[in-house]
C-alpha cells in the first residue's frame, strides 16, 4: 500500500487557489448585496457628546446607519474569551470591547456608527455626511505614564489603567542572587507590530426568512465559536446559524479575535433589513481595527554561579494591553512562560502587569507573547556569557533541560491553565545541528577575523528557544467513505493556509489506504462539523489532526468489518490498498471502499441490531497537556558599515517538531514564520505620536518583508515525538518567527562588534536608523 | 478606501485638455499614470471633482531625440517605455540607473515621468535626477508656452510652478557632456521603497583629467530635490582624489535639510547623505575617467 | 457611464460610475473574483493584472480607463477548465503557496517576467518578485516555483 503519511506531498488546496476558482469572503456575491462602511473615531481618547446621522440616512443609496444608542439592548460588551488564569493573588480587571462608541473612544479606530447602502463606494460617501461631537482627552500611550497617579484613565471606573496583575514564582529567587557569581541585570524593550495578513478581515451575512437561517461568511480562525456566540446574541438556536470560515487569506492570530464589531453588528443589520449584507474591511481600517500585537518592557536579571548555570531569573514586566482585554492574559502568561526557554531555572520569580492604553486592542499574532519570553532570556544569556568568558553556545548547552528529565514540570501556569510541562524534548543535538550547519567554528576562527581584516562587517548569531504548541481542549473530526468511494472529512477548526487540506487527507489515508486526492476536507463550516475551537496556538494539526486519526481508525474497523461478511472471511485476512479491499493473496478479487459504503448502508431487509449504517466515524480529541516543540536558529549577516543596512548570507533552522506528517508544509510554516520574525525584527514597527495617532497606517510606511529581504531558509529537523498525542506530532506553526529577534541582537551585535565599545542591543524591533543610533551610543 | 465621485474627461488634444482645465480650475485633476493620484484618491486624501485624463492625449506619449541630443519626453510617457529604451541607457545612464529604483515594474508600467515631477514628491528619486541633469520643464497653457528649469520648478512639498491652468507638456533633458560619469545611489529600507536618502551625482572631466563640472542632487533630503552647489564647486579644478571627495561629501551635510521620517532620523539622514555622496561620487569619478 | 472592457479575449459592456477601481470591475462586475485585493494603494500586488501584456496593478486605475485595452487576469491563464498551466503547476509542485491570496497577482507578474527572461537567474526571480507581497510563504517556494517553471521551459 502506498503511503503517504510523513511525505513531502504536494498540496490538494493548490488547484483551486492557483487557478483563482477559490472562494474568499469578499468572493460571496448574493442578489441584494448591501455594503457597509463605519465611521470610526479619530481620536485615540474622546467624549462622545453627539452623533448626527440625518444627512447621512438622505443620501440617496443608504439603506440605514446606526450609531450606539439605534442598537437598543444589542449594544452590549463583548463577552471575556479567555477567562484570567487560576493563579492565586492575581488581579483582573475585564473591560471588553463595544460594537459602536457610546461614552467615549478609547482608540483611534473604534468604530462610532454603522453605514449600510448600495454599495461601498456610497457607505463610505455617507461616512462624510456624519457630524460627531468630541471633547478630546489625554490618550494614554506609554506604559510607564500610564501607570502614574494623575494619568487619563482608558477605563475610569477602575480608577487605574492596570487591566491585570500576576505574580508567579518557584524556588526563592532572592537567595539565588545572593549565592551567585553574577547577575546580569537590564531593561528589555520590544514595541508594536501587527500581522498584516494579505487578505483584511471580512464578514458576509445572509438571513433567509424561509429556511429560517442566518448564513454568515466570515474570515475568522474560529468558525464554530462564532457561531455560538452570534446565535445567542441574536436570540437564535445554534441549529439556525451557519458561519463559514471559507478560504481565509492568511490569519496568523489576529482574526482568532472575537467579537470584533463588525461581525456583530453585519448579521444583525443583514436579519434587520431583510437584506444580505458585507463588509470588507479596507487596509486603512485593518491598520486600526484588526489587533496588534508585542509591546512589552522587560526589567529582568538573572543570577549564575562561576561556571555559568543558571541559579534563578528575575523579570517584571509591563505589557501593553491596548484598550480592552476580551482575550484575558494569554499574551503575557505565553511570554511569562516562554521565557524559561530550554533552560533548567531553580528560582523563578516573574511578575507582569498588564495595561490599558488607548490604542487598538492586542491579542496573539504569531508567537504570540512568546517572542518576548525568548529575546528576554537568550539576550540575558549572551550577556552572562560574555561577562563569565564563556562561549555563548557553551551557557546554553550547561543549563539544557536534561534529555532525561521529561515530562518537565516548569512549576508555573501556562496559558491553558494547567501547569507548564514539557512533555518531550532533547536540545543539545539540536543545537549542536544549528552550529554544524552555520559552520561556527569556522567562521569564528576564519572568516570573521578575514573579513574585519578586510573592513566588513560580519557577524553570526545562534540562539534557542521553545514553543509551547497543541493545547486543548479538544478538537473533533468525521470521516466518511462516500459511494464515490472517495472520502470525505469535516473539521470544526478553520483553515488559513496552513495545508489542512492535505495534512489531514495524510493522515486518514494512512488509515483507509486511499489516494490522498480522494480526501476531500472541509474546515471551516459549521454545516459540516458541529463542534470545535479555532485554530491558534500550532494547534491544528496536533489537536484536529489526532482527532482525524482517530476517525479514521474507526472508519477503518468498519470497513474491515464491512469487506469480512462480503468475502465471508476473517478481517485479518483483509488488505485495504488503493481504494480497495481484497483477501490476502488474492488482490484480483477485491470490492472498493465506495461500494463497501453501500453494503453499509442497505436500503432493504435487516440489519443486524446495533448496526450503524454506513463507513462514518466521528471522533474528538483532547490533549492531556501542550507538545512542546524546540529548535534553534542561526544566521550569518553582514552589515554595510556605514548604511548599517543589514545583508543575510546564511540562515540555518533546526527544529524539533515531533513526528512530521508533511515535510514540504513543514518547511513552507517555517519559511514564512521566519519572514514574519525577520519583519518583527528589522521592518516592521507601529510608529505612534502622542495623540496615540498612529503615524505609519499603510503598506507603504509599514513595512513587510519583500524576496529580497528574507534568505534562503535551510533546514534540519531532529523528532521527538510527542507521547500525548496518538500521532506523536507537535505544533509548528509559530517556530520560524519565535527567536528571530533574538537572533538578530546577537547577530547585529557581534557583527558591528557591539560588545567591544560596550554597546548591547536591547530592544527590538531595530531598522538601519535606529541600528546606526544605537551603535553610536544613542 | 474608495475614490469619492468624479466627472471624467478623456480628452484627445492637448487643447481640449488645457480647456477643460481652465473651465474647473482648482477642482480638476490631471490623470497621467495614476500611481500616485489614484492611491490618494483611494485613501480620499484627495478627492477632485473633476480628471482631465491626459491617457488618450494625442502627441503626449512620445520620446524623442532633439537636434542638439536633448531628450524629449512627453508628459505621458511611461516609465517602461524610458527604461526600455537602449538610448537612453547608452545617453543618459543617471536617468536609467535612477529609474530602475522607481517603485516596481508593476508602477512603472503606468506610471509617467510627467506625473512624477508634477506631483513633486521630494523624497521621489525623479526630481532630483532632473535637478543634476539640469532639465527643463515644457508648460503649457490655453494662451502659450514657457519653458522652467528644474531648479525653478520644485517649491516644496507636492508644490511646483505650475500654474492653476497650466500642464506640464513634456521634459526637456540635455545631452551630457563629453568625459562625463554620473551615478545614482540610494538607500531604501526596501527595494521599490522612496529612498531614505537618494543622490544622484555627475562629474565632467577636463582634458587633463581635472574635475571641470560638478553636480549633486539628494532626493528625501529637504522639502524640495536639494542640490548641494558649494560641496559640488569645491571639487572642480581637483584630480577628484578619495580625500577631495571626502571633503565635498562631507561638505553636502551641511546643504540639506533632511526632515525625518518614520523610518530615519535627520541625523541618519544626514549621515547617509555624507557615505552616499561619497559613493555616488567615487562612482562618477570612475566612469568620467 | 457606459464602458466596454476586454477582459480575458471577452468584451463586457457594463453601466458604471467612473470612479469604479478596475479592480472592483473585474471582481465585482464581471465576476472574476481570481484577482485579489489587498490594499488599494499599489503596494501589495495581490490586484496585478496584465495591461495590454505588462503588469499592472488592477487597484490603481479606473474601470472606464480600460477601454480599447486587453486585460488579463489568473482566470485566463490555465488552458482548460480543471487544467494548470506550467507555471501554475510549478506553483503546486513547489508548494510555493500556503493562503494562496497573493497567487494571482504573482502569477501574472511572473507571467510577464519570464516572457521576457526565460532563463532568470534567482537573484532575477527575487528583484521581480519584490512589488509582490506575501505575508505566508517567505517567498523561497515562490523562487524555487519560478526557477522550476523556467527550468521545465514555461
Ligand atoms: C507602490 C508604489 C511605490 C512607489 N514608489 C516610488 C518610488 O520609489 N519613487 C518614486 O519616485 N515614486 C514612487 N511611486 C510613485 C510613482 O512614481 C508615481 O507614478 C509618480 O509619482 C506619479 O506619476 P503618475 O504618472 O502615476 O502620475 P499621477 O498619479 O497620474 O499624477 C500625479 C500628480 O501629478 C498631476 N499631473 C499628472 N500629470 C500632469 C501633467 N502632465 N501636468 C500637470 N499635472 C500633472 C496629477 O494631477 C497628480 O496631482 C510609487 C508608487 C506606488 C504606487
Ligand atoms: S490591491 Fe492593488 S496593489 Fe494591493
Ligand atoms: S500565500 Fe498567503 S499571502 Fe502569499
Redesign the pocket.
Known amino acids: 500500500m502506498t503511503h503517504s503519511f510523513g511525505k513531502p506531498l504536494t498540496r490538494n488546496e493548490d488547484p483551486r487557489l492557483l487557478r483563482g476558482e477559490a472562494l474568499f469572503v469578499d468572493d460571496v456575491e448574493l442578489p441584494g448585496l448591501l455594503h457597509v462602511a463605519f465611521l470610526r473615531s479619530p481620536h485615540a481618547h474622546a467624549r462622545l457628546l453627539s452623533v448626527d446621522l440625518g444627512a447621512a440616512r438622505a443620501r440617496p443609496g443608504v439603506i440605514a446607519a446606526y450609531a450606539a444608542e439605534d442598537l437598543g439592548d444589542y449594544w452590549k460588551p463583548g463577552p471575556l474569551l479567555v477567562p484570567p488564569p487560576p493563579v492565586p493573588g492575581m488581579v483582573f480587571h475585564q473591560c471588553c470591547q463595544v460594537p459602536l462608541v457610546k461614552d467615549k473612544a478609547r482608540h483611534v479606530g473604534e468604530p462610532v456608527a454603522m453605514v449600510v447602502a448600495e454599495s461601498r463606494y456610497i457607505a463610505e460617501d455617507a461616512l462624510g455626511d456624519i457630524a460627531v461631537e468630541w471633547e478630546v482627552l489625554d490618550a494614554v500611550g506609554d506604559l510607564e505614564a500610564a501607570l502614574q497617579p494623575g494619568a487619563a484613565l482608558v477605563h475610569e471606573h477602575l480608577g487605574v489603567n492596570v487591566a491585570a496583575k500576576v505574580h508567579q514564582h518557584r524556588g526563592d529567587y532572592a537567595a539565588a542572587a545572593k549565592a551567585a557569581a553574577l547577575v546580569v541585570r537590564r531593561r528589555f524593550t520590544y514595541d508594536r507590530g501587527a500581522s498584516i495578513p494579505m487578505e483584511t478581515r471580512g464578514v458576509v451575512a445572509q438571513w433567509d426568512p424561509r429556511a429560517d437561517r442566518l448564513t454568515v461568511w466570515d474570515t475568522t480562525q474560529a468558525p464554530v465559536v462564532i457561531r455560538n456566540g452570534l446565535a445567542a446574541m441574536l436570540g437564535l438556536s445554534e441549529r439556525q446559524v451557519r458561519v463559514v470560515a471559507p478560504n481565509i487569506g492568511g490569519g496568523f492570530g489576529p482574526k482568532m479575535m472575537m467579537f470584533y464589531p463588525e461581525e456583530v453588528l453585519v448579521p444583525w443589520a443583514a436579519m434587520r433589513l431583510g437584506r444580505p449584507v458585507k463588509w470588507i474591511e479596507d487596509r486603512l481600517e485593518h491598520f486600526f481595527a484588526t489587533t496588534h500585537e508585542r509591546s512589552q518592557i522587560h526589567d529582568a536579571e538573572i543570577a549564575l554561579d562561576a561556571s555559568g548555570r543558571i541559579l534563578g531569573v528575575k523579570d517584571v514586566f509591563l505589557h501593553d494591553n491596548g484598550a480592552y482585554d476580551p482575550y484575558g492574559l494569554t499574551l503575557p502568561l505565553n511570554s511569562q512562560c516562554t521565557l524559561l526557554g530550554c533552560y533548567v531555572v531553580p528560582a523563578y520569580d516573574s511578575v507582569f502587569t498588564a495595561v490599558f492604553t488607548n490604542r487598538t486592542l492586542v491579542t496573539p499574532y504569531r508567537g504570540a507573547g512568546r517572542q518576548h519570553g525568548v529575546f528576554v532570556m537568550e539576550r540575558l544569556l549572551d550577556i552572562a556569557a560574555r561577562q563569565l568568558g564563556i562561549d555563548r553556545n557553551e551557557i546554553r548547552r550547561r543549563n539544557f533541560i536534561p534529555p532525561d528529565a521529561f515530562p518537565y514540570d516548569q512549576g508555573v501556569i501556562y496559558q491553558d491553565f494547567s501547569r507548564l510541562s514539557y512533555d518531550s524534548g532533547n536540545y543539545a543535538p539540536i543545537l549542536a545541528k544549528a552550529l554544524d550547519a552555520i559552520g561556527y567554528d569556522r567562521f569564528i576562527a576564519e572568516t570573521q577575523p578575514r573579513a574585519r581584516a578586510e573592513g566588513r562587517a560580519l557577524g553570526i548569531g545562534v540562539v534557542c528557544y521553545v514553543e509551547g504548541t497543541g493545547i486543548g481542549p479538544y478538537e473533533g473530526a468525521k470521516v466518511q467513505v462516500q459511494g464515490s468511494g472517495k472520502v470525505s472529512l469535516a473539521t470544526g477548526i478553520g483553515s488559513q493556509g496552513q495545508g489542512h487540506a492535505t495534512a489531514f487527507a495524510q493522515v486518514v489515508a494512512e488509515q483507509l489506504g486511499v489516494d490522498i486526492r480522494d480526501i476531500e476536507v472541509t474546515t471551516g463550516d459549521t454545516d459540516q462539523f458541529y463542534w470545535g475551537v479555532g485554530t491558534f496556538a500550532s494547534r491544528g494539526a496536533v489537536v484536529a489532526g489526532s482527532a482525524a486519526h482517530e476517525a479514521a481508525k474507526v472508519v477503518r474497523q468498519k470497513i474491515l468489518k464491512t469487506a469480512a461478511r462480503h468475502f465471508e472471511c476473517a478481517e485479518e485476512d483483509l488488505v485495504i490498498a488503493d481504494g480497495k479491499v481484497h483477501v490476502v493473496g488474492v488482490p484480483d478479487h477485491s470490492i472498493t471502499l465506495g461500494a463497501l459504503a453501500g453494503l453499509a448502508n442497505p436500503m432493504r431487509g435487516a440489519v443486524t441490531p446495533g448496526t450503524e449504517p454506513g463507513l462514518e466515524a466521528t471522533s474528538y480529541f483532547g490533549p492531556a497537556g501542550g507538545a512542546t516543540a524546540s529548535g534553534a536558529h542561526a544566521m550569518i549577516v553582514e552589515v554595510d558599515p556605514l548604511t548599517l543596512r543589514p545583508t543575510i548570507l546564511d540562515y540555518v533552522v533546526v527544529h524539533d517538531c515531533g513526528t512530521v506528517i508533511n515535510p514540504l508544509i513543514l518547511a513552507g510554516q517555517i519559511q514564512g514564520g521566519v519572514a514574519q520574525g525577520i519583519g518583527n525584527a528589522f521592518f516592521e514597527q507601529l510608529h505612534w505620536d502622542e495623540q496615540g495617532q498612529l503615524m505609519n497606517a499603510s503598506?507603504?510606511d509599514y513595512l513587510l518583508p519583500t524576496a529580497l529581504d528574507v534568505p534562503r531558509i535551510r533546514m534540519d529537523h531532529t523528532v521527538t515525538p510527542s507521547p500525548l498525542n496518538p500521532l506523536g506530532v507537535k505544533g509548528a506553526g509559530e517556530a520560524g518567527a519565535i527567536p528571530v529577534g533574538a537572533l538578530f541582537a546577537q547577530a547585529l551585535e557581534d557583527a558591528l562588534d557591539l560588545p567591544s565599545k560596550e554597546i548591547e542591543i536591547l530592544e527590538m524591533p531595530l531598522s538601519p536608523s535606529r541600528l546606526w543610533e544605537i551603535s553610536n551610543g544613542g | 478606501m474608495k475614490p469619492a465621485p468624479f466627472d471624467w474627461h478623456a480628452p484627445e488634444t492637448v487643447d481640449a485638455a488645457l480647456a477643460l482645465k481652465a473651465a474647473h480650475g482648482e477642482a480638476a485633476?490631471?490623470?497621467?499614470?495614476?500611481?500616485?493620484?489614484?492611491?490618494?484618491m483611494n485613501f480620499r486624501v484627495?478627492q477632485?471633482g473633476v480628471l482631465i485624463d491626459?491617457n488618450r492625449v494625442a502627441g503626449?506619449d512620445s520620446l524623442d531625440w532633439l537636434a542638439d541630443g536633448s531628450l524629449r519626453v512627453g508628459?505621458?510617457v511611461?516609465?517602461r517605455m524610458i527604461e526600455r529604451d537602449a538610448a537612453v541607457a547608452r545617453r543618459l545612464p543617471l536617468l536609467a540607473e535612477a529609474l530602475a529604483?522607481?517603485?516596481?515594474p508593476?508602477?512603472?508600467t503606468?506610471?509617467?515621468?510627467?506625473?512624477?515631477?508634477?506631483?513633486?514628491?521630494p523624497?521621489?528619486?525623479?526630481p532630483a535626477v532632473m535637478l543634476a541633469l539640469g532639465a527643463r520643464m515644457e508648460?503649457r497653457r490655453a494662451s502659450g508656452m514657457r519653458e522652467v528649469a528644474a531648479r525653478d520648478f520644485f517649491l516644496g512639498p507636492?508644490t511646483?510652478a505650475?500654474a492653476e491652468d497650466?500642464?506640464?507638456?513634456a521634459i526637456i533633458i540635455p545631452p551630457l557632456p563629453p568625459d562625463t560619469g554620473t551615478a545614482f545611489l540610494e538607500v531604501?529600507r526596501r527595494r521599490?521603497?522612496?529612498?531614505m536618502m537618494g543622490v544622484a551625482a555627475l562629474l565632467r572631466r577636463d582634458g587633463a583629467g581635472r574635475c571641470a563640472e560638478a553636480r549633486l542632487a539628494f532626493?528625501s533630503a529637504g522639502p524640495t530635490p536639494m542640490a548641494a552647489p558649494v560641496a559640488a564647486a569645491s571639487l572642480v579644478g581637483t584630480a577628484l582624489t578619495g580625500a577631495d571627495i571626502a571633503a565635498a561629501a562631507e561638505a553636502a551635510k551641511a546643504e540639506i535639510e533632511p526632515m525625518g521620517s518614520v523610518q530615519a532620523s535627520p541625523a541618519y539622514q544626514r549621515h547617509l547623505a555624507g557615505v552616499l555622496a561619497a559613493r555616488a561620487l567615487t562612482l562618477a569619478a570612475e566612469r568620467a575617467a | 457611464m457606459k464602458v466596454r472592457v476586454t477582459v480575458n479575449g471577452v468584451a463586457h459592456e457594463r453601466d458604471v460610475e467612473p470612479r469604479l477601481l478596475l479592480s472592483d470591475f473585474i471582481r465585482h462586475e464581471i465576476g472574476l473574483t481570481g484577482t485579489h485585493v489587498g490594499c488599494e494603494?499599489?503596494?501589495c500586488g495581490a490586484c496585478t493584472i496584465l495591461w495590454d501584456g505588462a503588469p499592472a496593478?488592477a487597484c490603481?486605475a479606473f474601470a472606464v480607463q480600460a477601454e480599447g485595452h486587453d486585460i488579463r487576469t489568473v482566470e485566463s491563464l490555465a488552458q482548460a477548465p480543471a487544467r494548470l498551466n506550467a507555471l501554475q503547476q510549478a506553483f503546486q509542485d513547489s508548494h510555493a503557496l500556503q493562503c494562496g491570496y497573493c497567487t494571482p497577482g504573482i502569477l501574472m507578474t511572473m507571467t510577464a517576467f519570464l516572457a521576457e527572461n526565460p532563463k532568470p537567474t534567482e537573484d532575477e526571480v527575487r528583484h521581480a518578485l519584490s512589488?509582490n507581497l506575501c505575508r505566508c510563504t517567505g517567498y523561497q517556494h515562490i523562487v524555487d516555483a519560478v526557477l522550476l517553471a523556467a527550468e521545465r521551459g514555461a
Open positions: 503598506l507603504a | 485633476r490631471f490623470l497621467a499614470g495614476g500611481q500616485s493620484l489614484v492611491p490618494a484627495a477632485p491626459l503626449l508628459a505621458t511611461r516609465y529604483e522607481v517603485a516596481h508593476q508602477i512603472r503606468r506610471g509617467t515621468l510627467g506625473g512624477n515631477l508634477s506631483h513633486a514628491d523624497a521621489s528619486e525623479m508648460l507636492l511646483t505650475l497650466e500642464m506640464l507638456a531604501a521599490g521603497d522612496y529612498a532626493c | 494603494h499599489g503596494v496593478r490603481l512589488g
